[in-house]
């Protein structure tokens, strides 16, 4: 067996942010705090606990990969004019995402109104903020001149030195961030009182109930360091996007998973709940079948919240951050497909059906099929992306030979090929 890739995080990031996380919510409670401000409470403190391991205990701020020697420092003349253009850069790319808010009738809808609200708190304490940031960095920087300033460049209407496609990568790397931050920060308040609405008597009244509550506070686990993954990709974290994917297909199946643009929603034409019912219906008269449905979904949404609680503060869609081996990636390459697919066959059933027509269980399972192929091409899209990073090409060569479903395949089928193993380092979910 060849020897475990190593990886950008380790456990204890995640581990740590999730133990802030009880812990926060736990004092929440017992103290009464609002919810609103428990949330941001939570949230802040999760992320805090998981960068505070990263440079207390993986000092992520001395890797060579945060393109960051603090033995360096540039001399203010040398770096005066290229702070000024990062500025201008930075500037540029808060206007035009404020621009894309403000004209996008998406964003002007309610489910959206805590997040603009939160922006506009923010966006002047991020504005004080950039100056300071932006001149430490660029001082111990071992190469001065990264993406922004080369957007910064374009923007000043300079072509003499400028990549563009740095200048690419820089503007799909923040679409990327201003898109789903703004999803993931708009279901938050959802998700959080979900798991919130059932107290400890709820949690004990049932089977139901208590593997609900159970799920709930699984996927509120996942939402909290999705969302605040996006917002933390600092150099000095070693957390910022190295590169953001570039390929049309690769946005395309991503995307067509989220609202607006969601093929899956009811309202999408992959939509594979008509004339149907989930599973709480199907087996609330079946408690045998009713525990082993319900620890099975437990399981597989634990597996998929702990794809994402793994990154610790990096987790992000369509980009990469680095390459991670450890947690659920030690044993399949994309976890949180995996998990999330199984999961919808259990917590639908889209088998079973209350309509009079049969064939309409038919038409649900073959549409959750196509649901299950849109995520197949979604990994293997990352995967197109993510191998042009030789950690990445070193961790596929080796899952490939040790990962679950490879070693399974192997020994059931001979090491036939077909078979989805299942993620990349790129943030895998659809929620």
């Given at each position: ?111 959206f109104k805590l997040y603009v609200a939160t922006l506009k708190i923010a966006a002047p304490l991020v504005l004080l903020v950039s100056p300071f940031y932006v001149v430490v960095v660029t001082r111990h920087m071992i190469e001065p001149k990264d993406k922004l300033w080369h957007f910064g460049r374009f923007v000043l209407g300079k072509r003499n030195g400028v ?269």
């Open positions: 067996m060849s020897e475990h890739p190593k990886s950008a995080v380790s456990i204890g990031s995640g581990l740590a942010g999730a133990g802030a996380m009880v812990f926060l919510m736990a004092l929440g409670i017992a103290k009464g705090w609002d919810s609103l401000a428990m949330i941001f409470i939570v949230m802040g403190g999760t992320a805090f606990a998981s960068a505070l391991w990263d440079v207390c205990v993986d000092k992520v701020h001395r890797r060579p990969s945060t393109g960051m020697d603090w033995s360096v420092q540039h001399p203010w003349s040398d770096i005066s004019h290229v702070v000024a253009v990062k500025l201008l850069g930075l500037l540029a790319t808060f206007a035009l995402i404020a621009f894309g808010y403000g004209m996008l009738h998406t964003y002007q809808d309610d489910s990549d563009l496609d740095k200048v690419k990568d820089h503007l799909l790397g923040w679409c990327v961030k201003a898109f789903f931050l703004a999803f993931l920060f708009s279901i938050v308040p959802f998700t959080f009182n979900s798991a919130m609405a059932f107290s400890t008597e709820h949690l004990f009244s049932g089977l139901i109930p208590f593997f609900a509550t159970l799920v709930f506070l699984l996927f509120f686990l996942d939402i909290c360091f999705g969302t605040f993954g996006y917002v933390m990709t600092f150099r000095p974290l070693d957390s910022h996007i190295r590169t953001t994917n570039p390929y049309h297909s690769a946005w395309v199946f991503a995307l067509i998973c989220y609202p607006p643009f969601s093929v899956i929603k009811d309202e999408g034409f992959l939509n594979y709940h008509v004339g149907g019912e989930n599973w709480k219906y199907w087996l609330a008269d079946a408690p045998v079948a009713l525990i082993i449905w319900g620890i099975a979904m437990t399981v597989l949404t634990g597996l998929y919240a702990a794809s994402t609680v793994i990154f610790g503060i990096r987790f992000s869609n369509l980009t990469n951050r680095g390459i991670i081996t450890v947690g659920p990636y030690r044993y399949f390459k994309h976890p949180a497909y995996l998990s999330k697919n199984i999961y919808w066959w259990f917590a639908a059933m889209p088998f079973l059906t209350t309509a009079d027509d049969p064939m309409v269980s038919v038409r649900n399972s073959v549409l959750l099929l196509m649901v299950n192929g849109v995520y197949y091409m979604r990994a293997k899209t990352e995967e197109k992306h993510l191998m042009a990073d030789v950690d990445y090409q070193i961790y596929s060569a080796w899952i490939a030979e040790n990962g679950v479903l490879p070693r399974l395949k192997k020994r059931f089928f001979g090491g036939m090929s077909g078979a989805m193993t299942a993620r990349g380092s790129e943030g895998e979910q659809s929620r």
